[in-house]
């Protein structure tokens, strides 16, 4: 059976019914790498940390990846009385030893900030690993950040590319590499979370379809549609970016592409009349940016440690620094009408003492 889900979600991302298959037969649990203060959704396991053997059996787990409302919530009382979020991604843990792909530098430097910062949560938006196929990259990935662990970090990533890689043929190792890595999300390739009362994340998979009738899309619009009315801000985690400076010399083929232009195009539309502001981090593009379409920002924070790209900036990007490389993390604080934002840039990640500066900032209002 095993092997079975391991074919089938290796061909998840070229077979539409095959998401509707997944959805309906792979349960989920609640595991050790999210803290205690995080509960399963109702018809879910009760116990905020379950082990492995808590994965409910294939015939019995409900479709939870198109219900309505929070996969996980972490209740209010469990929370800084101003939420604080970082949001990153593009690290690429990999052997340290290889500069090439990667700067381990400045990947472990920005480790080590996360978590001196203490945030409610950290939100990444893919490329944890190198090369998800294989396990060692995990390894990595446990050793560098430690001090997540120890700090009992909220941790909650998104698929990127990078999980993936390896091939076709190792598509199913990649995922379950990155289940066993984040073993509470078994089952599971975009999930929601309730962080208190006024933020809700949405973790989605841009390796898979986010056009109109695929089963993500589908399930987003029922997250979004179920909204409860005190939730003031949506913080939406991917990979690809759906908005981005358009390149004609460099990494063109990071430009954004229709599967995630159709997530823009649904998000411009819904929110107007949606109670909520929406906010979408994205990565894959090793730098920072920032724009606003349809009232709803984008970042691009791909600068978590892997080999930084320059971007050709254009007149809509509203960061417009010369600066680079931009290996960075932004940081969100919520306060009472507002969400504010900050990007901090490390300077060098050669000198002897990390410097950091204050890159970019804005603030959100809520509605």
């Known amino acids: ?13 070229r077979m539409r019914l095959s998401e509707v298959i ?40 409900p479709p939870l990846l198109s219900m309505a409302g929070p996969t996980f919530t972490v209740p209010e009382n469990k929370l800084s009385k101003h939420v604080v979020v970082i949001a990153y991604g593009d690290m690429r843990f990999h052997d340290p030893t290889n500069t090439k792909m990667a ?3 400045a990947r472990q430097i920005l480790v080590a900030k996360v978590a001196a910062e203490h945030p409610d949560a950290v939100q990444t938006n893919g490329d944890v690993p190198y090369k998800g196929s294989d396990a060692a990259d995990y390894d990595v990935f446990r050793s560098e950040t430690a001090v997540w662990r120890e700090q009992q970090l909220r941790v909650y990533p998104a698929m990127g590319n990078h999980e993936l890689s390896g091939g076709p043929e190792k ?15 078994r089952g599971r390739r975009w999930y929601s979370v309730a962080l208190g009362k006024r933020i809700y994340l949405l973790q ?14 589908e399930w987003i ?18 990979h690809h970016p759906p908005v981005a400076d358009i ?18 195009d649904y998000l411009t539309k819904i929110q107007p009349t949606t109670h909520a502001r929406i906010l979408v981090t994205a990565g894959h593009i090793h730098n920072y940016e920032r724009h606003v379409v349809g009232d709803v920002v984008y970042l691009v924070s791909g600068g978590g ?31 009472r009408n507002e969400l504010k934002a900050t990007m901090y840039r490390l300077a060098d990640p050669a000198a002897a003492t990390p410097v950091w500066q204050v890159k970019d900032s804005f603030a959100v209002k809520k509605k």
């Open 1 to 13: 059976m095993e092997h079975l889900l391991q074919l089938v979600v290796a061909i998840l991302p």
């Open 22 to 61: 997944k959805a309906a037969v792979l349960g989920s649990f609640v595991g050790a790498m999210m803290p205690v203060a995080v509960v399963a959704q109702a018809g879910g396991p009760s116990a905020a940390v379950a082990p492995a053997s808590a994965l409910a059996s294939a015939s019995t787990a």
């Open 103 to 105: 700067n381990p530098a």
């Open 171 to 185: 598509a199913a190792q990649g995922v379950e590499n990155w289940w066993n890595a984040f073993p509470d999300l």
């Open 204 to 217: 989605l998979d841009s390796d898979l379809p986010l056009t109109e009738g695929s089963a993500q899309m």
């Open 221 to 238: 619009k029922g997250q979004i549609a179920g909204l409860p009315r005190s939730v003031d801000y949506v913080m939406i985690g991917m």
């Open 247 to 264: 390149q004609t010399r460099i990494e063109v083929d990071h430009n954004p592409r229709p599967n995630e232009i159709a997530l823009r």
């Open 305 to 335: 440690g892997a080999v930084p790209y320059q971007v050709e900036r254009t007149p809509d990007d509203l960061y417009q620094d010369t600066d680079f490389p931009n290996f960075h993390y932004v940081k969100f604080e919520l306060e």
